[in-house]
């Protein structure tokens, strides 16, 4: 148990180093963008289809557990409202932050792990380049940026789905949802999202970049990096929910 204990203080003082130098090397990242871009692509650009089939079925789910849930209590010409709320509010920035923590977090850990396994890493050092400038910071960067994008669009997507749900079996017409939709809305539904799309970001690329960067023992190594990189981003994931929202709506 004390082993256990210290090895957990250990991680924490390394990874709070690790965000300190990321801050540091955060203005460095405007000129050498090409790095940024080549990360954005590959979090943003390539996690769209799956985003998208993810946030389709949300919506259209969400739409069908609020009938289930309000039909009895509120009349159906609110569903717009309770489906654009809850998909805004937590379900789009949640499950998205969770699919690209499955899909990217590992895929970094990997990336990285394999790096630290074959000494590429050390190569980084000889040649007088900081691996956390030239390889953390770029991810972190496009992580930021891109969480929130993939926010939106989960957002649309998620609401379409409710909507084509809602016309086509709950016989709720879609004037009727969107109007719903409108009247309800408040700015600070999209900005909480997008707000927990940004602290998300940041975790997923960081806890990413650190399990990379402690790997050791080959390429099982590797592998136990990425499943350590998914878990403990989708665990601090639901914990980082709660406190922003507890601090945005509290």
């Excluded at 890493?121 to 993939?150: E, N, Q, S, W």
């Amino acid at each position: 148990m004390g082993k256990k204990t210290l090895i957990f203080f250990e991680d924490v003082g390394s990874l709070a180093l690790l965000v300190k130098d990321i801050f540091l090397g955060l203005p460095k990242a405007l000129s050498r963008f090409h790095l940024t871009a080549e990360q954005m692509l590959m979090m943003g650009v390539n996690s769209l289809p799956l985003v998208a089939i993810v946030s389709v079925f949300t919506g259209a789910v969400t739409a069908v557990q609020a009938v289930y849930q309000i039909s009895e209590y509120v009349p159906m010409r609110y569903l717009g409202t309770a489906v654009g709320k809850s998909v805004m509010i937590e379900l789009a920035p949640v499950l998205t932050a969770l699919v690209v923590a499955g899909r990217v977090g590992a895929g970094i850990a990997a990336e990285l792990g394999t790096m630290k396994v074959t000494e590429q890493i050390d190569a980084l050092k000889t040649l007088a380049l900081d691996p956390v400038k030239y390889l953390v910071v770029p991810r972190f960067a496009a992580g930021l940026i891109m969480l929130p994008v993939l926010t939106i669009f989960s957002d649309a997507i998620a609401l379409a789905g409710g909507l084509g749900i809602s016309a086509t079996t709950l016989n709720v017409p879609p004037h009727v949802f969107l109007n719903s939709l409108k009247s309800f809305f408040k700015m600070m539904d999209l900005v909480s999202g997008l707000s927990k799309a940004f602290v998300f970001g940041s975790i997923i690329s960081i806890i990413g970049c650190y399990q990379g960067f402690k790997t050791t023992g080959g390429a099982e190594g590797v592998g136990r990096s990425a499943t350590k990189a998914v878990v403990i981003s989708s665990v601090l994931i639901l914990i980082a929910d709660y406190i922003v929202a507890s601090i945005l709506f509290g």
